[in-house]
């Protein structure tokens, strides 16, 4: 089916040999798709941002920012568990990935106003989250 997606990010997941459409905002968040022109939507009702996926867990990890924001984790890509953030976290983070050859996820965030500190938070199961807050790599 055709599909509309506002402000969308796509990736290929070569592991799972997809493309995943993912989106802020729309009523479709996220697409799976192993052609790039038939899409199963799977509606997730949050704000999606970014889609990882980890081959050695049959993780896929995706972040969103909206009610509650936090981790959505699945390992077939239809069904998803949220991992709640404290609200002081949760609407920041934007950005996720898997680096294979630390066997970790890692996720970046927006600064908060007023800030000058970089958060990201990693984790090997994509369960159990570690922050990290740190100086601005372009202040003195």
Known sequence: FPVTIQ??????????SKFVLTSPAGTIK??????????????????????????????????TKSNNGGFLR??????WTLTSLDAENANL????????????????AQKPAGSTNNRFMTSVDG???????GADVNSS
């Open 74 to 79: 699945s390992t077939d890509g239809l069904n």
């Open 7 to 16: 402000g969308q990010k796509i990736r290929w997941i070569h592991e799972v």
């Open 30 to 63: 996220m697409a799976f798709s192993s052609d790039a022109i038939n899409w199963t939507d799977t509606l997730v009702n949050k704000e999606v941002y970014d889609i990882a996926y980890s081959q050695s867990l049959n993780l896929y990890i995706a972040v």
């Open 93 to 108: 983070w934007a950005l996720v990935k898997w680096i294979p050859q630390r066997s970790i996820f890692i996720t970046s």
């Open 127 to 133: 369960v159990n989250w570690v922050r990290y807050v």
